[in-house]
């Protein structure tokens, strides 16, 4: 199964819309509303629906894609209680029918493509509606670790699951991706899905986040001294005057110390109030301060919707190390 290149382009349009729209609101907000993800699955999955029907792939992989939707849907709601059935409304029964969707993707799968040669499969070699329908098997597994790794607290952010399993709607296999624009060797055998992919490369970016930081500090002159070291990784030096609304944690701070007070700064912030905050600020200003040490919020969806690039271009990080 190849990409159709209008569908791909119409789904990586919508993707970046949908990271960008949201990274806005979890940078300048620190939050992302539940109604966000929920209209855009709607457009995600008709263009998956399209897609599919669209390369003949059988009744299977297209029930498949209502079982992508179903998992989608754990994220906001549980899943209907059939004990209660006389109390359904309107969303349980519409709930309840891509369960059973979904559900019958799996058992026609089973039936049909349950005897797969997986050497052939690994290889590529396989049909394109058996290896569709074993990359939908891949993606169900890949939103079970995302919602796992949420559940115990291993990604802390709700909207960076959510946009991570989105990605995974989207783009359950790299079939429905268009070739990487740059190919650095021979094709690999082996791939993370994409959504995972983009995980990857979100965290590399994350990563070279401190000495980013490190080297616009020092050419700013925010390092006076060795003690000031151990802040400029992950912080700037801000004046108090300059500072403004935008999401940051204060990390310099007045302590009593043998009843005098002393400025120190925090490697990790103090979980104080924006009040708190602001009577702190009072209180340096008062012992002649003008400047402390910020670190600004930086929410993991931002560097989600910035790894889409390499992601479209460069494909797999991982495969790419492995070549």
Known sequence: MTADPLLSTIRISTLVLCMAIAARSDFETLSVRDSHWIKWVIPAAILLLVEVNSNNSGIANICMAFALVA????????????????????MEVILS????????????GISDYSDTNFVDLVLGDESPEVTLWWSMIGALLTMAVFLSAWRFRIIQGGADVKALILVTLMFPSWSLLPDQMYHLGDEAIFRLPP?????????????????????QNATNGNIESTSDLKMAWHATRKRISDLDEEPSWILTEVVEKEGKPIVVNRILPSGKTSSDDAAELGK??????????VARKHPFLVYLFLAIAPLVLLGDPIALLIR
């Open 284 to 293: 340096l200003e008062d012992i002649g301060l003008d400047s402390v040490w």
């Open 97 to 108: 029918t891509i369960y059973v969707l979904g559900f019958s993707g799996l058992i026609l």
């Open 71 to 90: 998992v989608f849907s754990i994220c906001f709601v549980r899943p209907p209680d059939p004990r209660k059935l006389e109390g359904w409304g309107t």
């Open 195 to 215: 959504s995972m992919a983009l995980f990857m490369w979100a965290g590399a970016a994350f990563l070279l986040a401190p000495p980013v930081i490190f080297i």
